[in-house]
C-alpha cells in the first residue's frame, strides 16, 4: 500500500521559514519525480515545485528564490524549505510522487498559515 505522509505545517508569522517533510512508504521512492502543490482556502490546487529523480528542480514564480525543494532517498523523504514566507503563502501543502500517469500518489497535506 503507498503513503506519502506531510508534516512540518503550522503557524508562522510573515518573514518566517518553515519546513515541509513527506515521507513516501510503498514505492521505489528513488524513481519517482516528487512535487509539492499547494491549496489556499477557495482556490484551485496550484504546482509550487518539483525535484525530479535526476537531482533537476524547478519552482513557481511565485516561490522561485524562497522556498527549496530536496530530498533524501535513503529516507524515503522529500523536504520542502518555506522561507520568507508571505501571508499569500497560507495554503494547505501537498506532496506528489509522479513516475507517469498509472503511478501518481498523493499526500493527505499539512497546512501552512502566515499571520501575524
Known amino acids: 500500500q503507498v503513503q506519502l505522509v506531510e508534516s512540518g505545517g503550522g503557524l508562522v508569522q510573515p518573514g518566517g521559514s518553515l519546513t515541509l517533510s513527506c515521507t513516501a512508504s510503498g514505492i521505489d521512492f528513488s524513481t519517482y519525480a516528487m512535487h509539492w502543490y499547494r491549496q489556499a482556502p477557495d482556490k484551485e490546487r496550484e504546482w509550487v515545485a518539483v525535484l525530479r529523480k535526476d537531482g533537476w528542480s524547478n519552482y513557481s514564480n511565485s516561490v522561485k528564490g524562497r522556498f527549496t525543494i530536496s530530498r533524501d532517498n535513503a529516507k524515503n523523504t522529500v523536504y520542502l524549505q518555506l522561507d520568507s514566507l508571505k501571508p499569500e503563502d497560507t495554503a494547505v501543502y501537498y506532496c506528489?510522487?509522479?513516475?507517469?500517469?498509472?503511478?501518481?500518489?498523493w499526500g493527505q497535506g499539512t497546512q501552512v498559515a502566515v499571520s501575524v
Open positions: 506528489k510522487a509522479d513516475r507517469g500517469p498509472k503511478s501518481t500518489y
